[in-house]
């Protein structure tokens, strides 16, 4: 090889590996990962640049700033500027959301739990075959199995008697099914949306930046949201058990209108086409419960569950109860967790005893040892695999919806939590994580310890990549 090529070849790895250097200085806020990035770009040839092209550069935050400025623009947007107050300077928990979003509680509202899919899905079926005027459904998991089949049969079934039916399915969490239900629902007369489908032609790097929300709006009168995704393992059949547990939740009230402008934002986004919004006004006296909206994602409104988790956690007096599938919280996360401990409030966490993802199991043990240590209760629940996203903080809080506790839901998808203020739902929440507890083994600081050399290392290892897992 002549000098010319040797200094070709060191000049197409010096100029992108000097551009992502230059890139991740002005716009990486997290010095670990932007740490991380830079050592990739320099010492990794040609590959550290095109995977932090591929994987590290956030593009949504732009293209959706730029969405909002359209004149497609909808009519939804934060009723006041994050970081501000309206009214009388509430204190404490029940402030954190408002502080961070800029929305207030809205009161009136009915929210009941369902547990696993033997009672979710006939109750959303049922308001599906019930609908008269309009279905949105927006799903990360859309599989094609008995399940999904009844969901395509009655949302075809909607849209041929004349009900406006608009489905968002993500597109990367349709590949779980062989067949495509975006193609199934469209071939039957379903308004069908893809959110940031790969791609080949025109190229579409979107790898990471997933919609996870699941959330069900119909009439303008009920919505189901939580973690549930649609598929045959979430309910018992005759031919095979259930192979994932979950909770899942129907709102009324005015907090279905907030709900319903999520989605309506969410398809503006992946479809490029407007909703129009009717005027509809909710009653008010669905429940007692007072709610508040918290939507997430990689755009502007980074940070705000991940805010308000951790808001809630420090405001906590009493308890702090954790229900989650994947664990990996950020060291702030970890911080007002231990200082909850450290205040005397009780801390739970239960964990699947054995993960889906095998490599989360293992990083996350890796950080556990720091919980325990200080007072906080760990359980690991037996099989099926717990899918459930619960957060009870004291005697009326609860945090419901799609986010995990692990950077990618809380930094890299587009997410959906709902504040719930309840003493009812509280307790019988927290009353299903007592039964669970009950049947779960308490995750001892002798059992981390006893771990062999290689499973230790194993686990640390893994754990370097919990902000990618």
Not at 128 to 143: D, V
Not at 224 to 234: K, V
Not at 326 to 344: M, N
Request: proline share 5%; with cysteine.
């Amino acid at each position: 090889m002549d000098v010319l090529s040797v200094y070709l070849l060191a000049l197409l790895h010096i100029a992108p590996a000097s551009w992502g250097v230059y890139h991740i200085l002005l716009f990486k806020r997290d010095s670990r990962a932007a740490m991380g990035w830079i050592m990739a770009c320099a010492f990794i040839p040609y590959g550290g640049p095109v995977a932090y092209f591929v994987f590290g550069i956030n593009r949504v935050r732009t293209r959706a700033r730029d969405m909002r400025r359209s004149p497609l623009a909808v009519r939804y947007e934060l009723s006041r500027p994050r970081g501000t107050l309206v009214g009388a300077a509430a204190k404490g928990v029940a402030s954190v959301g408002q502080r961070i979003t800029g929305r207030q509680l809205t009161g009136g509202n009915a929210v009941r739990a369902f547990h696993n899919g033997d009672e979710a899905y006939p109750a959303m079926l049922a308001e599906i075959e019930g609908a008269r005027s309009q279905i949105l459904l927006a799903t990360y998991i859309f599989k094609l199995d008995e399940t999904g089949q009844a969901f395509v049969d009655a949302l075809s079934s909607a849209a041929a008697r004349g009900v406006d039916v608009m489905v968002l399915i993500d597109g990367v969490g349709e590949l779980y099914s062989w067949k495509k239900p975006s193609k199934a629902l469209s071939d039957r007369g379903v308004n069908v949306g893809r959110f940031l489908p790969p791609r080949l032609i025109p190229p579409s790097v979107y790898v990471n930046l997933r919609n996870h929300r699941k959330l069900l709006v119909v009439d303008h009168r009920v919505a189901y949201a939580g973690g549930m995704n649609i598929g045959d393992e979430n309910r018992n059949s005759p031919a095979e058990p259930r192979a994932v547990t979950d909770v899942h939740f129907s709102l009324q009230g005015p907090v279905v209108t907030e709900l319903e402008a999520v989605f309506h934002d969410d398809w503006r986004f992946a479809t490029g086409q407007a909703i129009e919004v009717p005027e509809v006004v909710q009653s008010t006296s669905a429940g007692k419960a007072r709610c508040r909206v918290v939507p997430d994602g990689p755009d502007d409104l980074l940070d705000s569950l991940a805010f308000t988790i951790q808001g809630v956690v420090a405001g906590a007096s009493d308890s702090v109860d954790i229900m989650t599938p994947y664990f990996l919280p950020s060291r702030e996360l970890t911080a007002a967790l231990q200082a909850a401990a450290h205040r005397g409030t009780r801390v739970r966490i239960v964990l699947p005893a054995k993960n889906n993802l095998f490599f989360v199991h293992w990083a996350n043990r890796n950080l556990l040892l720091e919980l325990i240590e200080w007072g906080i209760e760990v359980y690991y629940q037996p099989p099926p695999f717990c899918h459930s996203k619960l957060l009870c903080i004291d005697q009326e809080y609860c945090l419901i919806g799609s986010a995990n506790l692990d950077s990618r839901s809380l930094r890299l998808n587009f997410e959906l939590g709902v504040e719930v203020f309840s003493g009812g739902l509280n307790r019988e929440l927290r009353a299903h994580m007592d039964q669970v507890i009950a049947c779960s083994q308490p995750v001892t600081r002798e059992q981390l310890m006893s771990r062999s050399t290689l499973v230790r290392l194993r686990d640390s290892f893994v754990f370097l990549f919990s902000p990618y897992l």
